[in-house]
């Protein structure tokens, strides 16, 4: 099974006043240590979407194992990034094959390490299941792998429809991870502040 991964990093951090993507944390910036992470991991294809100034984002990431894709409705949301992602790794000129399921995750998410990427594929193979979506705050989300048979619903989601939508409307055909650690990001001043402290 080849996995392609999508890492969201769009947005603009208007809640947080700067780029989240360049913050740095552990020595890396956020969208830097990301990549590394997802890298150093199983998966096979990685592409990461842009919007909100690209060219500041992705200045300083040099290696030719990343692809990055500009999403130009980036303002319309994370569902809006995600297709934009998978549009790419869906066309005949990609530079890559197509993947046989797609991992999507944020930039933010700062407690996603290898070692669950790797549980995740690991688990999507073991037990059969379409879909593996984390467990945190009472709640499924991202990270989380959708096999190539949900693709096309993925892109017919609205915009404002996160892709927690296809989750919950197929509980059956889900695996779950418990990772109460994924409820940690960094939206604003004070996520980071406690990040620190």
């Not at 999508?6 to 360049?22: C, D, E, H, Y």
């Not at 592409?47 to 194992?65: C, D, F, H, M, Y």
């Not at 048979?149 to 996160?162: G, I, M, S, T």
Request: hydrophobic residues 40%; proline residues 3%.
């Amino acid at each position: 099974m080849k996995t392609g991964v999508i890492i969201l990093a769009a947005g603009s951090s208007s809640r947080l006043g700067r780029p989240k993507q360049l913050i740095e944390y552990q020595g890396k910036n956020l969208i830097k240590r990301t990549i590394d992470v997802v890298l150093a991991s199983e998966a096979n294809f990685i592409v990461v979407v842009l919007g909100w100034n690209p060219n500041l984002i992705k200045a300083g990431i040099q290696t030719e194992s990343v692809h990055f894709v500009e999403n130009e409705s980036w303002e319309e949301g994370m569902t809006a990034s995600m297709q934009a992602g998978l549009v790419w790794y869906m066309a005949s000129n990609n530079k890559v094959d197509t993947p046989d399921q797609i991992l999507i995750l944020t930039c933010d998410q700062i407690k996603v390490d290898t070692d669950l990427i790797n549980r995740m594929i690991k688990e999507k193979e073991e037990s059969g299941k379409g879909i593996v979506a984390c467990k945190y705050s009472d709640t499924l989300g991202v990270p989380a792998i959708f096999d190539a048979k949900y693709f096309d619903e993925l892109l017919e989601l609205n915009r404002n429809e996160p892709a927690k939508k296809l989750i919950f409307r197929n509980l059956s055909d889900v695996f779950t991870i418990d990772f109460p650690l994924g409820s940690i990001d960094i939206d604003t001043e004070e996520d980071l502040q406690n990040l620190v402290d």
